[in-house]
T-cell receptor
Framework: AQSVSQHNHHVILSEAASLELGCNYS??????LFWYVQYPGQHLQLLLK??????LVKGIKGFEAEFIKSKFSFNLRKPSVQWSDTAEYFC??????????????FGKGTKLSVKP | NAGVTQTPKFRVLKTGQSMTLLCAQD?????MYWYRQDPGMGLRLIHY???????AKGEVPDGYNVSRLKKQNFLLGLESAAPSQTSVYFC????????????????FGPGTRLTVT
């Protein structure tokens, strides 16, 4: 069965610090990978996604993620965080083929708190 | 274009009461999903639908039923609410093309916060 692990439950950074949130998945086949963000009191929004091609994916608001197939990882990065990046971040994966019908498997999330 | 909408936004139920949560999407998506979000647990799939008239169980289906009578609507029902069903419920939708459906991102609604006392 597929699973997604996010290494950090809660990350606290000061503004302008660099960010890297870890995500590892468990699945032997071809996958699609996503990072979603949930700002306080809001619904999930897509930050970025990887389907194929360049393993370095750029998303909105200066975020990027790198797919490393050999490590089953899809870590999220941002060179300089802002207070407005305070949110919860979810990594998700689905199998590109097969009978799962595109169901997303989510990690448990990482809360990011940015101090002004 | 409203995207994915959910009704109601908040609800408090007593144990044993029933209710239905409504999800509507105007993007002509084939696939629709119901998740619950609990602190430290991420999002867990309750039920999903790959088209009008079809539904299937997700990871945590017990205590819930769903119906997809119209393509744009996906209803989640609680027949006899329990305190363990206190949660935030999110609906999502996506394009779907059979076995390649995994390539499509999901669009989420604003959520319903349900408290069962």
């Amino acid at each position: 069965a597929q699973s997604v692990s996010q290494h950090n439950h809660h990350v606290i950074l000061s503004e302008a610090a660099s960010l890297e949130l870890g995500c590892n998945y468990s699945y032997g086949g071809t996958v699609n990978l996503f990072w979603y963000v949930q700002y306080p009191g809001q619904h999930l929004q897509l930050l970025l996604k990887y389907f194929s091609g360049d393993p370095l994916v750029k998303g909105i608001k200066g975020f990027e993620a790198e797919f490393i197939k050999s490590k089953f990882s899809f870590n999220l990065r941002k060179p300089s965080v802002q207070w407005s990046d305070t949110a919860e971040y979810f990594c998700a994966v689905n199998a590109r083929y097969g009978g799962s019908q595109g169901n997303l498997i989510f990690g448990k999330g990482t809360k990011l708190s940015v101090k002004p | 274009n409203a995207g994915v909408t959910q009704t109601p936004k908040f609800r408090v139920l007593k144990t044993g009461q029933s209710m239905t949560l409504l999800c509507a999407q105007d993007m002509n998506h084939e696939y629709m999903y119901w998740y619950r979000q609990d602190p430290g647990m991420g999002l867990r799939l309750i039920h999903y639908s790959v088209g009008e008239g079809t539904t299937a169980k997700g990871e945590v289906p017990d205590g819930y039923n769903v119906s997809r009578l119209k393509k744009q609507n996906f209803l989640l029902g609680l027949e006899s609410a329990a305190p363990s069903q206190t949660s935030v419920y999110f609906c999502a939708s996506s394009y779907g093309t059979g076995r390649l459906a995994g390539g499509y991102e999901q669009y989420f609604g604003p959520g319903t916060r349900l408290t069962v006392t």
